[in-house]
C-alpha cells in the first residue's frame, strides 16, 4: 500500500513556463515533506521541504505548496530550464513515528527548449 | 570536501554469489541508509542505521545483511537469497533520523 503517491510518471514543459509536480499522501502522522532531484546513475539531492505547520515554501524558481486537509502537496518550477529534466521524488515522515521518510515513485520531468 | 561515496559505481557479480557493497560518509552522520531504486518503483529501504552498532530492516531486507562497526561506514551485503539482486542501490547519511538526507552517487549491481 503506497502512502506517498507521485500519480504522474513523466511531464512534459517547455522551456520557460511553469512546472507543477503533485504528490498524494496517506497518512495523516506525516509532518514534514521534501522533494529530491534525481539524475540518470547518480544519487538524489535535496531540493526543497515543508513542515506542516506551513502551507508553503519558497526557495527560488522552487515552490511547495502543502494542501493538509486533501493531503496533498505540489512543486512548482517556475521558470523550466531543460536542466531540470530530472526525476522527482516527493518524501514524507512523521516526527512521531520512526522518522525515516517514505518515497513516492517518482516523476520524470522534461524540459523542452 | 564532506561526502559520501559509495563504490563501485558498477558491479557485476555471478548469480549464487554473495556481494558487499561499499558505503563511506565523512560528514560526521551519526544515521545511514540503503535504498534500492528500480525502474518504476522509487525509493525502497533496505536497512538503516541510526547509531554504531546498531541497525534495523527496512522494508525490503530480506536477502540483505548490513553492519555498522564504525561511523562512518556501513557496508550492505547482497547475499545469494536475494531473488532479484540486480538494481541501482544508494547509501544516504544525515545528522539525525528525520534530518536531511545526503545521498551517495550509487552502485548499479547487475548479477547474471
Known amino acids: 500500500d503506497q502512502q506517498v503517491k507521485q500519480n504522474s510518471p513523466s511531464l512534459s514543459v517547455q522551456e520557460g513556463r511553469i512546472s507543477i509536480l503533485n504528490c498524494d499522501y496517506t497518512?495523516?502522522?506525516?509532518?514534514?515533506f521534501l522533494w529530491y532531484k534525481k539524475y540518470p546513475a547518480e544519487g538524489p539531492t535535496f531540493l526543497i521541504s515543508?513542515?506542516?505547520?506551513?502551507d508553503k515554501n519558497e526557495d527560488g524558481r522552487f515552490t511547495v505548496f502543502l494542501n493538509k486537509s486533501a493531503k496533498h502537496l505540489s512543486l512548482h518550477i517556475v521558470p523550466s530550464q531543460p536542466g531540470d529534466s530530472a526525476v522527482y521524488f516527493c518524501?514524507?515522515?512523521?516526527?512521531?513515528?520512526?522518522?525515516?521518510?517514505?518515497f513516492g515513485r517518482g516523476t520524470s520531468l522534461i524540459v523542452h527548449p | 570536501d564532506g561526502g559520501i561515496t559509495q563504490s563501485p559505481k558498477y558491479l557485476f557479480r555471478k548469480e549464487g554469489q554473495n556481494v558487499t557493497l561499499s558505503c563511506e560518509q565523512n560528514l560526521n552522520h551519526d544515521a545511514m541508509y540503503w535504498y534500492r531504486q528500480d525502474p518504476g518503483q522509487g525509493l525502497r529501504l533496505i536497512y538503516y542505521?541510526?547509531?554504531?552498532?546498531?541497525?534495523q530492516k527496512g522494508d525490503i531486507a530480506e536477502g540483505y545483511s548490513v553492519s555498522r562497526e564504525k561511523k562512518e561506514s556501513f557496508p550492505l551485503t547482497v547475499t545469494s537469497a536475494q531473488k532479484n539482486p540486480t538494481a541501482f542501490y544508494l547509501c544516504?547519511?544525515?545528522?539525525?533520523?528525520?534530518?536531511?538526507?545526503?545521498f551517495g552517487s550509487g552502485t548499479r549491481l547487475t548479477v547474471v
Open positions: 497518512n495523516s502522522m506525516f509532518d514534514y
Open positions: 544516504a547519511s544525515s545528522m539525525r533520523v528525520n534530518y536531511g538526507y545526503t
Open positions: 518524501a514524507a515522515s512523521a516526527s512521531g513515528g520512526s522518522y525515516i521518510p517514505t
Open positions: 542505521s541510526q547509531i554504531v552498532n546498531d541497525f
Open positions: 515543508i513542515s506542516s505547520i506551513k
